[in-house]
């Protein structure tokens, strides 16, 4: 077995294609190990599991579930389900564990694995290492646990979304799921709310053959944006392969980071409850963290990944956490929900927000300051290479600027410019984002750090070689 496929936060891996990291044997192993994990670590008696449509995801599932019965824990099958419906799952119906079998928004050739403990919190990090040995060592509990499966879950949630959020006036909606796990649930759900729904995308197929489920990239949202246009729609929401994941574009089909997303949720959170705790990661803008101060509340940098703002949100009683990368997270406090990040929860807010306010999305935007921002970029470094390449190049800056050290390294350059890299936890990938003042400025940094990285032949620089040539 593959031992890099078991990840910061979850299991990634090939499924398909020549010499796969997951196939049925591999998923049954991993189905024994978390099973005999969560037993002797949480006395856990069973596990909700679920899946996302890839193709393979029924295969895998099956063989994985195999793998937990045999370890003598009960399994619900809760089939077809976006990961926030599998942890809301587990809270509401008092179930010890769950899993989605889901690689999120990754190419349709992968899979993995995402497990929750009780009260949905994430088990990963060291964990994960652990459940790893557990199978390296074949070191597995024996038994024969029940199958049973439960198929009303999105009804419950359904009904639950509707009854705590009410929207002051209708509103028009296109939903792009990218042809992922979440268009079988968002547009029943909007509807549900009083919204009047265009699908775009929402037919369920695991060749995703339209474009990648990730709503952060801005070209993924090009045709929704332009849709939007068309229809004289109040916003265009975007989920991920798995619905943990939001985006969003405003009236004029303009696409957003989730920083600002953030910033929406702050600005009512903080109204209502002045002095909350709000987590974000090392990514998002400089502007998010002074409204953030502005409108009296603690801003919290936290570790990239949604278990790490996750469990940082629950140590810290923050009740709302962002990610650049679209995952929100409502916690008790205020929002009465459970913690864990949740995409249609997120944007049924933000509609209330947008509902009740009166005001056209990009009117809430109009007064923050101008700074230019990159979007993240993905630059390859392989999985062996890419957290030594990272920590030798925070020495490098260290010596040089202010820097914040929490995941990879944020260097400030000054005042208002700053530039981020760190290792990606789901793919061979160094991610980088830049921010300043004026596009001068933006460019200047990125050369800085271009030329850093440069010096590594394991680095492709390929965003550092694209400017150059504009």
Not at 166 to 177: E, G, N, R
Not at 222 to 234: F, I, K, P, S
Not at 286 to 291: A, G, H, P, T, Y
Not at 294 to 300: E, L, Q, R, S
Request: net charge negative.
């Amino acid at each position: 077995m593959n031992p890099h496929i078991f990840r910061a936060y979850d299991i990634r891996g090939i499924a398909m294609g020549e010499n796969p990291d997951l196939t049925v044997e591999t998923m049954k192993l991993i189905g024994q190990g978390m099973g005999t994990y969560m037993q002797r670590t949480y006395q856990t008696k069973n596990m909700m599991v679920g899946r996302d449509n890839r193709l393979h995801s029924p295969e895998l599932q099956n063989a994985f579930i195999e793998g937990v019965l045999s370890t003598g824990v009960d399994v619900v099958d809760c089939g077809i389900s976006t990961s926030p419906l599998l942890y809301y799952s587990v809270c509401k119906f008092g179930m010890d564990s769950g899993v989605n079998i889901t690689a999120s928004h990754n190419p349709k050739e992968y899979n993995g694995v995402k497990l929750v403990r009780e009260g949905a919190h994430s088990v990963c990090g060291e964990e994960l290492q652990k459940i790893l040995k557990l199978i390296q060592d074949q070191d597995f509990e024996t038994g024969s646990g029940e199958r049973s499966e439960k198929n009303d879950n999105f009804d419950v949630y359904k009904e639950d979304i509707v009854s705590r959020i009410k929207l002051a006036k209708p509103l028009k909606v296109v939903i792009d799921a990218g042809n992922g796990t979440a268009g079988k649930f968002a547009p029943e759900l909007f509807r549900a709310l009083g919204c009047e729904v265009t699908e775009l995308y929402c037919e369920l197929d695991g060749n995703y053959p339209n474009h990648e489920a990730n709503p952060e990239e801005e070209e993924n949202m090009r045709e929704l944006g332009a849709l939007v246009r068309e229809q004289g729609a109040d916003l265009g929401i975007g989920f991920d392969g798995d619905g943990d994941r939001v985006g969003v574009v405003d009236e004029n089909g303009k696409h957003y980071s989730a920083d600002f997303l953030v910033i929406l949720l702050a600005r009512e959170l903080l109204a209502n409850k002045p002095g909350s705790q709000i987590v974000f990661d090392v990514k998002v803008s400089k502007v998010l963290i002074e409204e953030i101060e502005k409108n009296g509340g603690i801003p919290v940098m936290c570790k990239t990944g949604h278990s790490f703002i996750e469990t940082k949100m629950h140590e810290i009683h923050a009740p709302l956490a962002g990610e650049i990368s679209g995952h929100l997270f409502f916690g008790k406090d205020h929002y009465d929900y459970y913690g864990f990040d949740d995409a249609f929860f997120g944007a049924c807010k933000i509609l209330q927000i947008l509902a009740q306010s009166g005001q056209k999305f990009s009117q809430h935007f109009t007064d923050l300051p101008k700074l230019y921002t990159t979007p993240e970029y993905k630059t390859p470094c392989p999985d062996d290479k890419k957290f030594a390449v990272v920590e030798e190049l925070t020495k490098a800056f260290e010596r040089e600027h202010n820097c914040i050290t929490i995941d990879g390294v944020r260097v400030n350059f000054d005042e208002n410019s700053w530039g981020a890299v760190r290792c990606s936890n789901t793919s061979p990938n160094l991610t980088l984002r830049f921010e300043a003042q004026t596009e001068e400025r933006l460019n200047q940094i990125q050369k800085i750090m271009a030329e850093k990285l440069q010096q590594y032949p394991e680095v492709d620089v390929w965003w550092a070689k694209e400017e150059a040539s504009n």
